[in-house]
């Protein structure tokens, strides 16, 4: 298991016994300068994972090289394609944080989870929410903190801090765990 951190650093875990094996960025001069906020494991190559953070770099690590990143994209000032943005919630006119997003596997859709629990599906090429997973019966009472897709792309997990994960099936039918 892989985790990132307000640390500056991602860490390497052992899941079986609980203990760090490799520890990357740190007092290493090519980690992260502020949180680490995001990563994602290489699903052709599982030596290979990303992290990114505030510092407003991606970084591309070898899980055999902890002691330095791969290569370090800098900026986020690429050429902006759509925004997708929200109204207000109606009681108390401030608009909920983004925490979270994930792809469906052909990029049509994008699943946005935020601060109030919900969770929208955008039409990427329309920039139009098609569902708002949080306004079904039985959804999310908190924080939407994650989101995963299924590797068929048949199936959205969303974790919150009501301490629930929720799988959603784009069949129209769900599965509460």
Request: proline share 2%; hydrophobic share 35%; aromatic share 8%.
């Amino acid at each position: 298991m892989i985790t990132g951190s307000g640390d500056q650093t991602c860490v390497l875990w052992d899941v079986t016994t609980g203990q760090r094996i490799s520890i990357f960025g740190g007092e290493f001069p090519s980690g992260h300068t502020a949180d680490v906020l995001s990563l994602s494991i290489n699903s052709l190559n599982t030596n290979m994972f990303v992290s990114g953070s505030c510092d407003t770099t991606v970084r591309l690590w070898d899980l055999r090289i902890a002691s330095r990143a791969v290569r370090t994209y800098h900026g986020h000032e690429g050429h902006q394609l759509q925004v997708y943005s929200r109204e207000p919630d109606r009681n108390d006119n401030e608009l909920p944080i983004v925490t979270s997003i994930a792809f469906s596997i052909s990029g049509r859709l994008l699943f946005a989870g935020y601060s109030n629990g919900d969770c929208y599906v955008w039409d990427t090429l329309l920039a139009e929410v098609v569902l708002n997973l949080g306004t079904l019966q039985n959804s999310h009472e908190g924080r939407i903190s994650c989101l995963g897709l299924s590797s068929d792309g048949s199936a959205l997990c969303t974790g919150s801090w009501d301490k629930n994960l929720k799988i959603w099936a784009f069949s129209g039918h769900r599965k509460i765990v």
